[in-house]
């Protein structure tokens, strides 16, 4: 049977997890909570759950009293041309698997919740750190950012989360939102958990569903080039860990949009291991999937 996608059937507090369509049903379902003063976690996600967004669920659900998913496939941070269209959505395993996790309320909007006909307002993080990597005008570009922070912006404003969950994989991201709190004054505590891996190193991305077989095992060598990278840079030369990680890409027959060193909070290049953490990160077309992909090296 299909959920009912309509009303809420469940309370925070009560097992089953409620699915809420609109801001104002949200607002209702979290006023007693937040007045009895428990805290409240919320893991933004574009759905099409994998075990990486089970573990910001599952971290939510160890340190929050209630947990908030979100499951909305953001039209503003893709592009002309992306694949906002063919993005790959299941809402009723989703909610399954939310519930599995711990996940109290799921709050899945209409586009139209989110932003209506006369929408006018962005939020945007400027400088450098949105426009290297992802954000160069040659990739995604800044406005790919600029849809991130204003769609996180709305859910912080719609949930007042006391904390926030968000994955290293997605480290530019989450560089990009903690400036985004830092410069708004968001009382949003925000956790970057680690990146989530298949058994052999693909680093999980709802995004893997476009690989075919074959494409699959190539893909491996994203990660496989950034354990080069580290073993590299920890031998002495971060530039001969790029070129060991530029091999491991070359022999999958990968040509990477960018694999570069860069310190991971000002996105600045890095040219040596220099007793801060370094963020090594990667994007590549294999097949039909855009992948990234990074590794932190800390000293
Ligand atoms: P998405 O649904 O792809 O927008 O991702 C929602 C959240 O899950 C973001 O904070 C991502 O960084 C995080 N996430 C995605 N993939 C992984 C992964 N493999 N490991 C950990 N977190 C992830």
Redesign the pocket.
Same mark, same amino acid.
């Given at each position: 049977m299909k959920p009912d996608l309509s009303t809420v059937d469940t309370l925070p507090g009560t097992p089953g997890v409620s699915l809420l369509r609109a801001k104002s049903a949200l607002r209702a379902a979290l006023a007693e909570p937040r007045r009895e003063g428990r805290t409240i976690g919320l +893991?933004?996600?574009?759905? !099409?759950?994998?075990?990486?967004?089970l573990?910001?669920l599952r971290a939510a659900r160890g340190e929050c009293d209630v947990v908030v998913m979100s499951l909305f496939v953001n039209p503003t941070q893709f592009g002309p041309g992306e694949d906002l269209d063919r993005y790959p959505r299941d809402e009723e395993r989703d909610l399954r698997l939310a519930d599995e996790a711990g996940a109290d309320l799921v709050y899945a909007p209409p586009v139209e919740e989110v932003y209506p006909h006369d929408f006018s307002t962005a939020v945007e993080v400027g400088g450098s750190l949105t426009s290297v990597l992802d954000g160069d005008a040659a990739r995604r570009g800044p406005s790919h950012f600029r849809g991130v922070t204003t769609v996180v912006a709305k859910l912080f404003n719609a949930v007042q989360p006391d904390v926030a !969950?968000?994955?290293?994989?997605?480290a530019q991201?989450?560089a990009v939102i903690r400036r985004m709190v830092r410069d708004l004054d968001f009382p949003v505590n925000v956790e +970057?958990?680690?990146?989530?891996?298949e058994p052999d190193g693909l680093?999980?991305?709802?995004?893997n569903a476009y690989l075919d077989p074959e494409d699959r095992e190539r893909a491996v060598a994203l990660s496989r080039a950034l354990r080069a990278a580290e073993e590299g840079a920890r031998a002495g030369s971060l530039a001969a860990g790029l070129d060991a990680a530029h091999r491991e890409l070359d022999a999958a027959g990968i040509e990477p949009e960018y694999l570069e060193a860069r310190d991971p909070e000002l996105m600045e290049p890095v040219a040596e291991l220099n007793g801060r953490p370094v963020l090594v990160a990667v994007a590549a077309r294999v097949g039909g999937a855009r992948l990234i992909d990074n590794v932190l090296i800390r000293p």
């Amino acid at each position: 049977m299909k959920p009912d996608l309509s009303t809420v059937d469940t309370l925070p507090g009560t097992p089953g997890v409620s699915l809420l369509r609109a801001k104002s049903a949200l607002r209702a379902a979290l006023a007693e909570p937040r007045r009895e003063g428990r805290t409240i976690g919320l +893991v933004p996600t574009m759905g !099409y759950l994998h075990d990486g967004h089970l573990s910001l669920l599952r971290a939510a659900r160890g340190e929050c009293d209630v947990v908030v998913m979100s499951l909305f496939v953001n039209p503003t941070q893709f592009g002309p041309g992306e694949d906002l269209d063919r993005y790959p959505r299941d809402e009723e395993r989703d909610l399954r698997l939310a519930d599995e996790a711990g996940a109290d309320l799921v709050y899945a909007p209409p586009v139209e919740e989110v932003y209506p006909h006369d929408f006018s307002t962005a939020v945007e993080v400027g400088g450098s750190l949105t426009s290297v990597l992802d954000g160069d005008a040659a990739r995604r570009g800044p406005s790919h950012f600029r849809g991130v922070t204003t769609v996180v912006a709305k859910l912080f404003n719609a949930v007042q989360p006391d904390v926030a !969950y968000f994955g290293q994989k997605d480290a530019q991201q989450a560089a990009v939102i903690r400036r985004m709190v830092r410069d708004l004054d968001f009382p949003v505590n925000v956790e +970057v958990l680690p990146t989530v891996r298949e058994p052999d190193g693909l680093a999980m991305s709802s995004r893997n569903a476009y690989l075919d077989p074959e494409d699959r095992e190539r893909a491996v060598a994203l990660s496989r080039a950034l354990r080069a990278a580290e073993e590299g840079a920890r031998a002495g030369s971060l530039a001969a860990g790029l070129d060991a990680a530029h091999r491991e890409l070359d022999a999958a027959g990968i040509e990477p949009e960018y694999l570069e060193a860069r310190d991971p909070e000002l996105m600045e290049p890095v040219a040596e291991l220099n007793g801060r953490p370094v963020l090594v990160a990667v994007a590549a077309r294999v097949g039909g999937a855009r992948l990234i992909d990074n590794v932190l090296i800390r000293p």
